[in-house]
Nanobody, 123 residues
Framework: VQLQASGGGLVQTGDSLRLSCVSSRRTFSNNGVGWFRQAPGKEREFVAGIAWRGGSTIYADSVKGRFTISRDNAKNMVALQMNNLKPEDTAVYFC?????????????????WGQGTEVTVSS
């Protein structure tokens, strides 16, 4: 499964961005999908995840109420809507397909990773 993340950019505090993750394979729709991020000098951390049917979502506490993950299996696409962005959201964002049908906060539960898209939030 190849994943392509896009939608990053340079924005100001309080702005919004919508990241997209598109898969090259239809079987993507059977997998949970997660978004992770990695800031310079920091570990890659979980941001949000969604189950294969989209009914179950999980979020990191730091983004709850600001970020929304969604998916369109007909388009093999998972989106991350990011609102009210803060400088601490600055990172490279990665999407990943889980080994199973549900997302997880644990990186080891993800098999396929996209190349990342950079988000920079200026103060």
């Amino acid at each position: 499964v190849q994943l392509q993340a896009s939608g990053g950019g340079l924005v100001q505090t309080g702005d919004s961005l919508r990241l997209s993750c598109v898969s090259s394979r239809r079987t993507f729709s059977n997998n949970g999908v997660g978004w992770f991020r990695q800031a310079p000098g920091k570990e890659r951390e979980f941001v949000a995840g969604i189950a294969w049917r989209g009914g179950s979502t999980i979020y990191a506490d730091s983004v709850k109420g600001r970020f929304t993950i969604s998916r369109d299996n007909a388009k093999n696409m998972v989106a991350l809507q990011m609102n009210n962005l803060k400088p601490e959201d600055t990172a490279v964002y990665f999407c990943a397909a889980a080994l199973g049908s549900y997302a997880s906060v644990d990186r080891s539960n993800y098999r396929y990773w996209g190349q990342g898209t950079e988000v920079t939030v200026s103060s």
